[in-house]
C-alpha cells in the first residue's frame, strides 16, 4: 500500500507540473513572496509555504498576463 500512495503522489505532481503557464514551474513548497510586477522588491519575507503551486521561474515577475521579463510590458 506504501507503495501505492508513493504512485498517487508522484502522479500528483506530475499533473500540477503540467499544468504551470510559461515562463512559470511547479513548486511543491513556494514562496508567499513571489516577485510581482506592480510592487517594490520586498526586504523581508515570511517563511510561509505555499504548497503544490506554479510560480514564475527566476528572473520574471508576476503581472496580469502571467509571468513576464521585468520592464517595459511588466504590468
Do not use: H, W, Y
Not at 34 to 63: A, H, M, S, W
Request: proline share 7%; with cysteine; net charge negative.
Amino acid at each position: 500500500i506504501r507503495q501505492l500512495v508513493l504512485l498517487a503522489v508522484l502522479f500528483a505532481v506530475t499533473l500540477s507540473a503540467e499544468q504551470c503557464g510559461p515562463n512559470e514551474e511547479f513548486m511543491s513548497c513556494g514562496t508567499a513572496c513571489e516577485p510581482k510586477c506592480n510592487e517594490p522588491v520586498q526586504d523581508f519575507c515570511t517563511l510561509q509555504c505555499i504548497v503544490n503551486v506554479c510560480q514564475c521561474k527566476r528572473g520574471f515577475k508576476r503581472g496580469q498576463n502571467g509571468c513576464v521579463a521585468p520592464g517595459p510590458g511588466c504590468e
